[in-house]
């Protein structure tokens, strides 16, 4: 099967050297950016092409001969990339976080018969896999709850952050209106509000605040309660809200002695090289899904936890590895026909398809990223101790 990756950033490049693994795939790394093509095709087995993406009207002649694509550009880019790819008839696994609806091009996907998994990350992604999995197999929902975030492993002065994938993609987060669902209304808060300290396993308290992460689940799946926060050390969200109400995070421009420029532009520049990982330094990625319901007349309440590292053997990060595999596991389940719904798909599709879940989680416990999950059962008002779920979810 021939596959395309479209962007050989810091995640495209883990997706390229994962899937360039699987023996029944020939892959393509597709970059704008020569010296990334270049230094992909010498570490893995992979051919290169040197593209500028939006330079293209239409992607039929650089596509022609893909059976499947993975798009891993920027989130700026994301929505008409995909609506290229689609337009080009080929099946796509979508990565990048863009702001539009991607369910617009539904009606373009249904038409030309194309396979389009959108949002297919840690989270949305992997999060929402975990939650279509639960979906189908309790009663009722209640309840949906996620907390994820991508953190440096030492904590350094100002920011106490490093940015694993763009900069700006980052700070769109830190802009952009958090929608969540409340007593089953939706409901808008600005990014970066509502500040609370969580306790997590393996690293302690955190701090958790809104960004704009539920955004397919709050048109496909009908439950009361619904929210999801990112997670960074303590003191993080009141500076970049400061810089935000500052005027720094601005897109409109402003005229600096004679020049125009966005201000979010100017700073992601400047926070560019002191978010940039160091030699030496590592990341790591937590997350924690949590799900309440009905099953079996039981109110019951799902918490997968999740903690992955920096792998120092291959040099991939955290953020990459949880991103990227999932993404590359999606992959292999449409490669194999596995998953093959028609149109925009979101992961909680993939998630509510059966044995996709199960399979997605060993692809990933097979290179090292695991969840554990815990089940607890109300009695009496009150929830019992908490139980392990299968062996292969855990460490």
Known sequence: MQISVLGGGLVGSAIVKDLAQTPDFSVTVIDRNPDVVQQL???A????????LNALDNFSELLADADLVVCAVPGFMGFSTLKKVVAAGKNVIDISFFAEDPFLL???AQRQGVTAVVDCGVAPGLSNILLGD????LD???????????LPEMRRWPFEYKAVFSPLDVLE????PARFVECGRKAVRPALSDIELRDFPHIGSLEAFNTDGLRTLMRTMQIPFMKEKTLRYPGHASLMAALRESGFLDKRAVEVEGVRVAPIQLTAKLLFDRWRLQPGERD????QVVVEGIEAGQSVRYIYDLFDRYDDATGVTSMARTTGYTCTAVVRLVASGAFRRIGICAPEF???TPGCCEAILNDLAARGVRLEGQRAVAVSGHRDAMSPLKPEYTK
């Not at 639960?134 to 197999?137: D, N």
């Not at 009722?140 to 991508?150: A, H, I, K, N, Q």
């Open 134 to 137: 639960l979906a189908q197999r």
């Open 45 to 52: 087995k992979v051919q290169g092409c040197v593209a500028d």
């Open 41 to 43: 095709m010498a570490e």
């Open 173 to 176: 987060e830190y802009i952009r």
């Open 284 to 287: 790591l990625t937590v997350m």
């Open 106 to 108: 539904d009606e373009l």
């Open 140 to 150: 009722l929902v209640e309840r949906y709850e996620c907390y994820v975030g991508g």
């Open 350 to 352: 993939v998630g509510q």
